[in-house]
């Protein structure tokens, strides 16, 4: 049966770092990516980066059939996924479930193609456009220490600086478990 994982959230170090590769699949890694899975949905998320689930490791978990007008979308596991081109951009509001309570408007770009390992860690490659593209990016720039706050201007991050100096207090209550261990980094 799969575990509720706890979630990092805004604050701690592991949010900050760069990831390591995937270079083996075993027992261990498939029940973590069923955790994620487990823990994305019960969170009420539609992609969850392996750093939020405390996990220094290049894996994130999408599911965005949740969200009525994509329900024909199936859950994807990208292992090691790697950008390799990016067109077009739109602004849409995000948030984040490492960042409870926030939601600003980020620039992403509208159409990626992108290489990931499967499960044999076989190499493929996908084109994501409109709201798959950038669930997609915003999960990979968890791989590389970035967070949606980041893409913010000076403005939207002024509005959201108390709230995030709450979280990094822990002093919010989601409806899903966080680390409650924070360590701070720079931030606001």
Not at 55 to 78: G, Q, R
Not at 82 to 111: A, N, Q
């Amino acid at each position: 049966m799969p575990e509720q994982l706890p979630i990092t959230t805004y604050g701690m170090d592991i949010l900050r770092k760069k990831v390591k590769s995937v270079g083996k699949i075993d027992v261990e890694f498939i029940q973590l990516v069923e955790n994620m899975f487990y823990t994305m949905v019960n969170a009420d998320g539609i992609g969850l980066a392996a750093p939020q689930v405390n996990e220094n490791l290049s894996l994130c978990v999408i599911d965005i059939s949740y969200v009525a007008e994509y329900k024909h979308f199936k859950p994807v596991t990208l292992i090691n996924p790697v950008i390799t081109d990016k067109h077009g951009e739109t602004v849409r509001e995000e948030g984040c479930l490492s960042i409870p309570e926030v939601r600003g408007p980020v620039t992403r770009h509208d159409k990626i193609f992108l290489r990931y390992n499967d499960f044999n860690l076989n190499e493929l490659t996908m084109e994501a456009d409109g709201f798959m593209s950038r669930v997609i990016q915003h999960e990979i720039d968890h791989l590389h220490g970035v967070l949606f706050v980041d893409h913010l201007d000076e403005d939207e991050k002024k509005k959201v600086a108390s709230i995030l100096r709450k979280i990094k207090k822990n002093k919010i209550t989601p409806d899903y478990p966080l680390f409650a261990n924070m360590k701070s980094v720079s931030g606001f």
